[in-house]
């Protein structure tokens, strides 16, 4: 509802959904023995990215002129982990 609210002020809005990254925050969970055997049954692309490039090219072209016509969109950077048809983590 954003997007069509404040689209007329010439306001774009766009979400990203990311899965789990490689981090500071998740230094910890990449830890896991069991993240591994989790990754490859869950993860099509079988990794975790990292935020740069991952996310950060995504955010740099939301936010220039050249995505003036991307509205009220979700972008999933994930990995693919939710596609449909993949197991969920309690599956497993």
Known sequence: T???ELGKYNIRC???NPGIFKSEITAGLM???WLDVVTSKTVP???FGTSD???TTLVRYLAHDCSAY???NSFVVDAGATLPGIPIWSSL
């Open 70 to 72: 991307v509205n009220g």
């Open 31 to 33: 830890k896991k023995d």
């Open 53 to 55: 490039p991952a996310l």
């Open 45 to 47: 692309l079988g990794t």
């Open 14 to 16: 766009n979400a990203i």
């Open 2 to 4: 954003m997007a069509l």
